[in-house]
């Protein structure tokens, strides 16, 4: 029973709590903040577990980068009142009922899964320093990291044509 | 020989280089390669001649490398050659090049260039690998690629009907020789336990008695898939429609070479024969039916390319009749020289018929001497081969053929050498009789306009070079190739024995006793031809002849019609056949209701169903 | 070098387990694309989470690189998503994912 016990748990609770308040928001804008506190509460999480290089990946590119890049999306839009209005009507109830009933069936089969588990071990928070991680990476997963620079390419690419005008003015002929 | 392998190898180079192009090259490109390729494997097959002669050995293989094995069934992509392949080889590639050489002049102006010489590289290619496959699995794949390439051939200017309908037929008939073939490879496997055929052959003397049924059947099979390839009675009627194709065609694949594959696949297969009296006989008789309905055939043909036609028809009936009457070298060696003259006739009537606009009726030429002294020439020396005039080559093979009928000791000896000496008579006679209409009288057509550029002018040398060498050939052919050939099969002597017998005498005075009835008959003004003919036994007679014996008349009412009938009829619609492929649309509609009924276009309908498809997974995992 | 925690395995797979089922809530209930990619992003950290745990109970590196190439594949699929966002908004003027059903069976 240290700090760093209690530490996982109230970050765990957070990351919960945000992420669920992040898919239930009407504000794109407020259910970003939201999403960016999960992603640094897991980054702690990240730490807690002897992952430092990954904390710190999550937090860069995560928190920094990619939920940067939703926010420029939605101020481009310009999502304003007009949408959180639209937002409270598409959100009814109603349509709240079989998604959930999904989740919590998942929920206990996932659970059943992972308790059935023999040998349950424990965490030690063993640090994993990145120094390890980038020699393996750069030895057993070589080929792993040549297919991502390709994926990645192919991103920029199809990202590059997606952004461009010309789509638009096809659809008006 | 480890450079063996490059001869069939650099015709199927050129075939590949002209196919993946599609005749983007130019056409002097096209010449180099399609001709070129075929005259490096002549220079290479000169040099594997060469180091045969002169080495000890009795064959040469090239190293071999596993086809399939499907159990105990194991076959070798091996290259074989010997005295008898080199002989085939060196025919194929020797008369396959000047003709490619001929043909680039003789083609120049038509479409389908590259397509032309394309096919006819892939048609070399399977040609050698027919008679150099050591294992009977690879000479039938040479076999059934030298019949694709005959039918992509002679449907070579496919924008005409008939030809295709030609190319079909020829392709049919040939195929009915084919299963022939296939099924006594079959049997030959269950008999021997392997395809190649050195063991085959060794099995035969070793284990084989003379009165084995087995080796019959399989013989006879065998026979029936020469004869289908070979065009002799009854498969005989593709051969004449097959003049379709571009001259060079007929002059290599339906004069030369693949024609002479059923020749060859007899024997190849010598020591199975040989030990069947019946397949002997058969092959004989086969050969010399074949021999006498196409040379009365062609006495009566107005057509130049099908005199030859059936003309070849008859000389293969020769190599088969010599075949059956154990003549074996004599038949190769008749053959060789056939290759040679009857090669030369084609390139030669083709170069008249180009003269001549297309024009292929004889009695619409006449009189042409003149004009075309070089295809007249080249003509006639053809023609004195082919009536086997003393000192031309076909004078040295028909004789041995006749000597050795003569001196066998069979039992129909005697009428075997009788009718085979008619036939020469024949032979003579429609010789002379196309001549005569082509190049002597008064010309009969107005369509004596000849091209300035045409193809025997001096300064077209590809075209005259042919000619000099193939009618080097077919003079000089005889001797040189006799000492090689005379004894393939180890059965020399009979042309040691030649000297003033009456029988020799008789068989050497034949040619001429035809060449001066058919002068007396065709050429002179002594006999009213007209009143032979317009009596109602000589038109019946022509007429019947003219047909071709029946032969398609009788192949049309007995097969071709009742087929027709059945397929035609509302017999053979809805039936139980139908039913089982209407059901299979059935399902495959049905299912692609049901699957395009999950196919809403809404994404979250997509999200949906795959979460619950995950749900499902689990579920299986957990409780499986 | 220890961060001296020793929790369960099973904890931090429950955690993702709950983080991954509120990302799939997500995206099955929102009509809104950004949200939908939203959601996604929180299912891909629930699976890097699970990967990182694992790696960290044999205090391997493996989980932490598989996590790297799910940072990846999450920053391909951002970058092409939201291009795809923004066509869709200039073609629909709405974000509505419902009025992307023309291509149906």
Known sequence: ?????????????????????????????????YLVVTLLSIAVIFFLLGAPFAAALEIVIYAGAIVVLFLFVVMMLNLGRSSVARESQWLRPGMWVLPAILSGVLFIVFGYTVLQTENSAMIEGQVVPPKEVGTVLFHEYLLGVELAGVLLLAALVGAFHLGRRYLEERREN | MHLLWAIPALPLAGFLILFLTEGRLPRAMVSNIGAGSVGLAALLTGYVAWQFISSDSTSFTSSSWTWMIVGEFNVSFRLWVDALSLVMVSVITGVGFLIHWYATGYMSEEEGYSRFFCYMNLFVFAMLILVMGD???????????????????????????????????????????????IIALFLLFREVGSLEIQEGLVYARENMSDASTINTIICLLLLGGAVGKSAQVPLQTWLPDAMAGPTP???????????????????????????????????????????????????????????????????????????????????LFHLMTHAFFKALLFLASGSVILAMHHEQNMFKMGGLWKKLPIPFIAMLVGSAALVALPLTSGFFSKDAILLKAWKS????????????????????????????????????????????????????????????????????????????????????????????????????????????????????????????????????????????????????????????????????????????????????????????MFQTGHVRWYAFTMVGGLLLVFLAVVWI | MTTALSIPLEHVFFLAIILFLIGAFGVLIRRNIIFMLLSLEIMMNACGLAFVAAGARWAEPDGQIMFMFILALAAAEVAVALGLVVQFARRFETLDIDRAEELNG
């Open chain 2, 135 to 181: 294992n009977l699995l690879l000479l039938f794949l040479g076999w059934e690629g030298v019949g694709l390439c005959s039918y992509l051939l002679i449907g070579f200017f496919h924008k005409v009907p008939e030809f295709g309908y030609a190319a079909r037929k020829a392709f049919v008939v040939t195929r009915v020789g084919d299963t022939f073939l």
């Open chain 2, 249 to 331: 065609v007929s002059a290599l694949i339906h004069a030369a070479t693949m024609v002479t594959a059923g020749v060859y696949l007899i024997a190849r297969m010598q020591d199975f024969f040989m030990l069947s009296q019946t397949a002997m006989l058969c092959v004989a008789a086969v050969g010399l039916i074949t021999l006498l309905i196409a040379s009365f055939t062609a006495l009566v043909q107005s057509d130049i390319k099908r005199v030859l036609a059936f003309s070849t028809m008859s000389q293969i009936g020769y190599m088969f009749f010599a075949l059956g009457v154990g003549a074996w070298s004599a038949g």
């Open chain 1, 1 to 33: 029973m240290n700090l760093s016990f209690f530490l996982f748990y109230i970050s765990a609770a957070v990351a919960i709590t945000t992420a669920i308040m992040a898919v239930t928001r009407k504000n794109a804008s407020h259910a970003l903040i």
């Open chain 2, 409 to 596: 000791d069979s039992d129909f000896a005697t009428l075997f050498w009788t009718v085979a000496v008619i036939a020469a008579f024949l032979t003579s006679l429609y010789t002379v009789r196309m001549m005569v209409l082509t190049f002597f009288g008064k010309p009969r057509s107005e369509m004596h306009e000849l091209k300035k550029e045409s193809l025997w002018h001096p300064s077209r040398i590809r075209t005259v070079v042919p000619f000099g060498l193939l009618a080097v050939l077919s003079i000089a052919g005889g001797w040189m190739g006799f000492e090689f050939t005379s004894d393939l099969f180890g059965d020399k002597g009979v042309h040691a024995e030649f000297h003033f017998d009456p029988i020799a005498l008789l068989t050497l005075g034949v040619p001429f006793a035809g060449v001066v009835v058919g002068y007396f008959l065709f050429a002179s003004d002594l006999i009213d031809r007209r009143r032979l003919i317009k009596n109602k036994m000589g038109e019946l007679l022509s007429k019947f002849w003219g047909s071709g014996w029946g032969f398609d008349w009788v192949y049309d009412t007995l097969i071709v019609k009742p087929f027709r009938f059945i397929a035609q009829t509302r017999l053979n619609r809805n039936d139980v056949v139908d039913l089982f492929f209407n059901l299979i649309k059935f399902l495959a509609n049905l299912f692609h209701h049901i699957l395009s």
